[in-house]
């Protein structure tokens, strides 16, 4: 819509009963004005006029409502006689002077339509009670423009109750109403008189009460020069912290001049800390800093400067188009930089996705004779329409389309010249603006943010930063040489690095979308009588602690992104050193070998700490001739979970980098032989290769695994969960399935406080078994009774535990899985049984003259069974996880770090391990 002062003003603004009538106390103060919004409506008369109102939405009949013009004095008049009451104080003598935040209320207008002919009557408080009751931002302009600039400037900045009028405009949210008060000289710098708040910390702290984000609005006014140092930098330097919810301490705000503590109460120190989230933060001290952009703001702040700079050299005519390389990975600014160019050009750029596009035709166009030659494509008709003017193009994601592409552009690089291909005719694309983005020098960018990351997103250095920069343009261009064919380099006219994001500048960027994400649920619920969707919304989201999860949301989408494309040539491994007790196993930096066949690489994330790991470090077995071997590497570890990193050949329907894996003691089995094929028995494959012992374990962070026997993590089980679950949890399940104890039999688990014992103690109540747990002090039989456990045997006070056993179960217990690698345990067990019962052997004595078994006299006598159980099958695996993604089993667990291996051990070997320990890779 044009509106022009000469407009005939017959526009006008709806009568309600309401109007300049609401003196009651509890409307009196409001800022929901959605509460009293109405519809304004001003439309030129030329335009075909419709007045819309809450009591006539639609008027079917055009029908014109003359208004009387408003004399001068009239409402204002009474608005100010209505709030100067309520208006603070300003001679007050008190030190602080606090504010809620909260605006006056300001009657609705009678009507918006000046005095004749426009020269008189500008009322300021006419607007800013329009605007409090919803008049947008047409709304506001129509009504501008009845008047003088001269008059409107006169007044833009006066006070209504002791606020500035662009207070009014900021508090409507919109930021095209403050953006027209600012065009008036409208002070962005503006303060609440009587306390002294500034328009910014107003702005900020004004999202709480009308329950919605204002970041758009804060950054409005810092992009129009509003200064950040209005609120002490203790709220946003450093951004990317999190404030406490009573907002900086009194020695953070110690430097703070006296009167801005005179506004910043307690109240408004915890309202602004709730209210300055993320975003606000990051605009803060960008606004803060911006007097000396960084490498880095150029790309993301002021991308203009560079740009200016760019169309500087634009003016010199040549016949050549500028061709730009825009180099750095996905989502880093390279498509909002080409937008801004085109912003600033007042031009559409074309977007060009060079990944559908392979062949010359699909690019141009095909010639006369063809079939849909005469249509043409979007970029022939785009060059086409702007022959001989300015115009841009970006071809996105360059080094996806083919050689073929790259020679077709030569000709219009070099000459500026190109042919319709609809019809022929020659078109000058001189004045073109190519813009070629790519990301296939992500490599070389990302490896140069690593080294120099600190330097460029934090240091002070410019000179440094600026000789980084060069060197780093100039690698690219060798990169893009080496990359693209030598015509189509020859024409690059410069080379724009996109670097990545720091991690801080990533938490705000995904803050912006959790805010986008907050403004759309709360959109209104709709509801469709004839539909099966279902709309959400009416909801209020409050992030708190807004960095921390932003930056945790960034850092999981980041590692994601980086670790497709980068894998290192090294990584640490916890490396075993020496032989027998005293071996230990320090951090040693070891190669990152790659998936081959049949293989993929697992990001180990949690490793579990098995008793075996202990005793193949210290060479426990050595005396059974199990050691570890030497394609072991001396790296341990046979509970890994992780997250696929690498897949190799042959492995890609079953795996995706990204998916989560699980890496267990057996590591692959051949597949073919009789015990692999048997269905059950896999586990005595004579060819199978052992985690940890033939082959190096997880206690390292990139571990090589059989694509087709590594197990996949299901949803719900957490990896430090899944780790210990794939030795120590399929163990404890296998042998419980092993005992052959039906639902409502007894099972007795010696050793149930223990790493595998607690374990047992869950899948075999959840299998219906009634479990009676052995081990000694009040500790493990608060944490046995806790599992599931019926009753608790304490070794160290019981004298006869057989004997006790019987007095529970009568007959005996119709199982006893053996865990204790002890003489007693074994020696035991057979005396726990009722005739018939079955007795699992698990644990592994260092000592070589245990046996499992009994007396042949009893073993007849008693019809027992003896078996051994070890680990568990694949299946077994899948099923055991299962009963954890179902909330049945849970792991305790100890919970350490790599480095700190060789303690874990010990605290072992000393019996001091509660439940699992688990270790961060
Ligand atoms: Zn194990
Ligand atoms: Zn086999």
């Not at 002062?5 to 106390?25: E, F, Q």
């Not at 109102?53 to 006689?81: M, T």
């Not at 107003?202 to 950040?228: C, N, R, Y």
């Not at 010249?417 to 813009?435: A, F, L, P």
């Amino acid at each position: 819509m044009d509106y022009r002062m000469d407009d005939t003003p017959a526009h006008l603004y709806p009568v309600s009963p309401n109007a300049g009538g609401h003196t009651n106390s509890s409307s009196r103060r409001t800022s929901r004005a959605s509460s009293l919004r109405r519809e304004f409506d001003v439309a030129p008369s030329s335009s075909g006029q419709q007045i819309k109102s809450p009591e006539n939405p639609d008027p079917p009949v055009r029908k014109v409502i003359v208004v009387e013009p408003p004399s001068p004095q009239q409402l204002p008049a009474q608005a100010s006689e209505n709030l100067e009451s309520s208006a603070p104080d300003p001679e007050s003598g008190q030190e602080q002077v606090g504010w809620d935040f909260v605006l006056p209320f300001i009657p609705a207008p009678a009507s918006l339509t000046p005095g004749p002919g426009g020269a008189s009557g500008f009322n300021i408080t006419t607007i800013v009670g329009a605007l409090q009751h919803g008049a947008d931002e047409q709304v506001v302009q129509t009504y501008f423009n009845y008047f003088n600039p001269m008059i409107i400037e006169q007044h833009i900045n006066d006070s209504i109750a002791g606020v500035p009028a662009i207070f009014f405009a900021a508090a409507t949210n919109n930021d095209r109403i403050l953006r027209a008060f600012i065009a008036f000289g409208g002070d962005i710098n503006a303060v609440h008189e009587p306390s002294q708040v500034p328009l910014i910390a107003f702005a900020i702290a004004h999202s709480e009460t009308i329950e919605k984000d204002t970041s758009d609005i804060v950054a409005t006014l810092l992009s129009m020069g509003a200064t950040p140092r209005a609120i002490p930098e203790a709220f946003y330097v450093p951004y990317f912290r999190d404030l406490a919810e009573e907002g900086p301490s009194d020695e953070e705000l110690k430097d703070v001049a006296t009167s801005t503590m005179r506004w910043l109460n307690k109240e408004a120190r915890a309202k602004l800390a709730r209210t300055v989230h993320l975003t606000n933060r990051y605009n803060l001290e960008r606004a803060l800093k911006t007097k000396r952009p960084s490498a880095r703001h150029w790309q993301i702040a002021q991308p203009q400067q560079v740009l200016s700079e760019l169309l500087s050299n634009l003016a010199v005519p040549s016949k050549r188009p500028l061709v730009l390389v825009f180099a750095g990975p996905s989502g880093h600014g390279k498509t909002e930089m080409a937008r801004r160019l085109g912003y600033l050009m007042n031009l559409q750029p074309l977007v060009v996705d060079c990944t559908i596009v392979k062949r010359e035709i699909e690019l141009f166009g095909g010639r006369d004779p063809y079939i849909n030659a005469a249509r043409g494509t979007p970029l022939n008709n785009h060059l086409a329409k702007y022959h001989g003017e300015r115009s841009i193009v970006f071809l996105d994601e360059f080094e996806k389309t083919s050689s073929e592409v790259h020679q077709a552009l030569l000709l219009p690089f070099d000459n500026g010249e190109y042919q319709d291909r609809r019809n022929g005719d020659k078109i000058d694309c001189s004045k073109t603006i190519w813009v070629i983005a790519t990301n296939a020098l992500d490599d070389k960018i990302r490896n140069f943010c690593q080294e120099h990351g600190a330097t460029i997103w934090n240091g002070d250095d410019e000179v440094k930063q600026a000789r980084l920069m060069k060197a780093l343009s100039k690698e690219l261009k060798e990169g893009f040489l080496s990359h693209f064919s030598a015509p189509v380099t020859g024409r690059i006219s410069a080379f724009m690095p996109f670097l990545l994001f720091s991690p801080g500048e990533q938490a705000a960027i995904a803050h912006k979308y959790l805010l986008e994400l907050g403004r759309k649920v709360r959109d209104p619920v709709k509801l469709s009588a004839d539909s099966e969707e279902r709309f959400v919304g009416n909801v209020r989201l409050h992030i708190h602690r807004d960095a921390s999860i932003s930056t945790s949301f960034t850092e999981s989408e980041l590692k994601m992104a980086t670790q497709t494309v980068s894998i290192p040539k090294e990584q640490l491994a916890a490396v075993r050193v020496g032989g027998g007790d005293s071996a230990t196993a320090p951090l040693k930096t070891v190669p990152v070998t790659l998936p081959g066949p049949g293989e993929i690489l697992v990001k180990i994330n949690w490793t579990g700490l098995c008793a075996s790991d202990k005793s193949l470090i210290h060479d426990e077995w050595a005396g059974f001739g199990v050691s570890m071997q030497p394609d072991a590497n001396g790296i341990a570890g046979h509970e890994g979970a992780g997250t696929v990193v690498a897949v190799g050949e042959g492995e890609e329907d079953r795996w995706k980098v990204g998916d989560r894996a699980g890496v267990k003691w057996i590591a692959s089995t051949c597949g073919t032989c009789e015990f692999c094929t048997n269905g059950v028995d896999e586990c005595h494959c004579p060819t199978q290769k052992n985690s940890g012992f033939t082959i190096a374990g997880t206690f390292q962070q990139y571990c090589l695994a059989s694509g087709r026997y590594t197990t996949r993590i299901p949803e719900g089980v957490t990896d430090e969960e899944a780790g210990p679950i794939m030795c120590g949890g399929v163990t404890a399940y296998t042998a419980c399935k092993r005992s052959n104890v039906r639902p409502g039999q007894w099972i007795v688990l010696p050793g149930a406080g223990g790493g595998l014992g607690h374990f047992a103690v869950q899948y075999a109540r959840a299998m219906g078994m009634r479990v009676i747990a052995i081990d000694g002090g009040p500790e493990k039989e608060a944490l046995c009774k806790q599992l599931g456990a019926e009753f608790y045997i304490d070794f160290k006070t019981t004298k006869d535990i057989p004997a006790e056993v019987v007095k529970i179960t009568t007959y005996g217990a119709h199982g006893v899985i053996v865990f204790p690698a002890t003489k007693e345990g074994y020696e035991s067990a057979p005396h726990m049984l009722r005739p018939g019962g079955r007795a699992v052997a698990v644990g592994l004595p260092k000592d070589t003259s245990v046996v499992a078994g009994a007396p042949p006299l009893m073993m007849a006598l008693k019809k027992l069974e003896f078996v051994g159980s070890v680990v568990g099958t694949l299946k077994d695996v899948e099923e055991a996880l299962d009963f954890t993604a179902r909330g049945l089993v849970h792991p305790i667990l100890t919970k350490g770090e790599l480095k700190d291996l060789d303690h874990y051990c010990q605290q072992m070997i000393q019996g001091k391990l509660v439940g699992r320990a688990v270790l961060k890779v």
